[in-house]
C-alpha cells in the first residue's frame, strides 16, 4: 500500500516534495518487508530508484542514490523478475548512467550496454513505445561520446541510424509523444551532424521538426513545443533562401528564425523556465543584428 501512494505521489507531482515523500514512502516499504521477500524489496527499490533519478537538485547526490537503489534491485530481478520489469530496471538504469557520465561520474559505454541489454526484452514487435524510447536513449548516449575524426562521424551516423530505427515502428496517431521527441532529436542530430551534405541536411532537418510539432503544441506541452520552436529556428537561420542559389542569401529565413523564436521565448517566460528564454532573446539579439547589416 505504502508503495502505490509512493507512485501514486510520483505519477503527478506538483513540487519536489511531492517527490520527496514518494522516496520517503518507498523507503519505509523496503524496512518493511520481511527477509525472504527479495523479489518485493527489489520491485520496490527500482521504484524508489526512479523517483530519485528525476528528483530536482543542485549536485549529484539523488542521481547516486538512483544508481544505488538500482544496481541493488537488478542483482535479484536478474535472477528472480519478470523478464520486462529486467528490461524496464535496464532501461533506467542506462538513463541514470548516462546523466552520471555527463558529470564524469559515470561511463557512457556502461548506459549503452544497459539501453543494450533492455533491447533483448523490448524489442520493437512487443513493445515499440520503450522500443522507441531506447533508441531514442542509445542515440543521444552516442552523440555524447566523445570522438573526432572519423569515429566522430560514425557515432553520429549510428544516432540518426537509431532515431531513424525507432520512427520505423511508432506513428503519429499510437504512439504521439514517442513520435515528437524522435522527430525532434532527429532534426537535432541532422542539425549538427558532421557532413558535406549541410544544406541538404538542415532541410531534412526542418522537416523532422515540422513532425514533431504535429503533436506538440503550446497548450498541451509548452515547453517541449518551445523547444522544438527554438530548434527549428536555430536550423532554420543557417540555411540559405534557396538552396538551389545559395548566394542569394537567407534574409527570409532569418525573419522566420525571429518569428520562431519569439513565440519560444514568450513560452519560457511564461512557464519559468527563464534560463531558455534569456538564451533565446540572446539569439534573436543576434540575428537582428545580422539583418540590420
Do not use: W
Not at 505521489?9 to 525472504?36: F, G, M, R, T, V
Not at 548516449?141 to 531513424?164: C, H, N, W, Y
Not at 498541451?220 to 532554420?236: H, W
Request: with cysteine; aromatic share 6%; charged share 25%.
Amino acid at each position: 500500500m505504502l508503495m502505490e501512494i509512493a507512485m501514486g505521489l510520483q505519477q503527478k507531482p506538483k513540487s519536489s516534495n511531492d517527490l520527496i515523500e514518494a522516496i520517503s514512502l518507498y523507503e519505509a516499504s523496503i524496512e518493511l518487508c520481511p527477509a525472504d521477500a527479495r523479489l518485493l524489496e527489489a520491485r520496490v527499490q527500482s521504484r524508489l530508484a526512479t523517483a530519485q533519478m528525476i528528483l530536482p537538485a543542485e549536485d549529484y547526490s539523488p542521481l547516486e542514490a538512483a544508481k544505488q537503489s538500482i544496481e541493488g534491485s537488478l542483482k535479484v530481478l536478474r535472477d528472480l523478475g519478470e523478464p520486462a520489469e529486467i528490461a524496464e530496471a535496464e532501461m533506467n538504469y542506462g538513463l541514470i548512467l548516462q546523466n552520471l557520465a555527463g558529470a564524469n561520474r559515470a561511463r557512457i559505454q556502461d548506459a549503452i550496454s544497459a539501453y543494450q541489454r533492455s533491447l533483448r526484452t523490448f524489442d520493437a514487435q512487443a513493445y515499440p513505445a520503450e522500443f522507441a524510447v531506447l533508441q531514442n536513449n542509445l542515440a543521444t548516449a552516442f552523440l555524447s561520446i566523445p570522438f573526432t575524426g572519423d569515429e566522430s562521424k560514425m557515432r553520429e551516423a549510428l544516432a540518426v541510424q537509431a532515431f531513424e530505427e525507432g520512427l520505423k515502428i511508432v506513428n503519429l496517431v499510437d504512439h504521439p509523444s514517442e513520435y515528437a521527441m524522435l522527430q525532434n532529436n532527429l532534426g537535432n542530430a541532422l542539425q549538427y551532424v558532421s557532413s558535406s551534405h549541410r544544406v541538404e541536411n538542415g532541410f531534412r532537418a526542418l522537416e523532422a521538426y515540422d513532425e514533431a510539432l504535429r503533436v506538440r503544441n503550446a497548450k498541451d506541452s509548452p515547453g517541449e513545443y518551445a523547444n522544438t520552436l527554438a530548434n527549428k529556428a536555430n536550423c532554420l537561420s543557417n540555411l540559405p533562401d534557396d538552396p538551389a542559389d545559395p548566394d542569394k542569401g537567407n534574409t527570409d529565413n532569418l525573419r522566420a528564425a525571429i518569428g520562431l523564436y519569439s513565440e519560444a521565448c514568450a513560452i519560457f517566460g511564461s512557464t519559468g523556465d527563464l534560463q531558455k528564454a534569456e538564451t533565446v532573446r540572446a539569439a534573436i539579439d543576434s540575428l537582428e543584428a545580422e539583418l540590420s547589416r
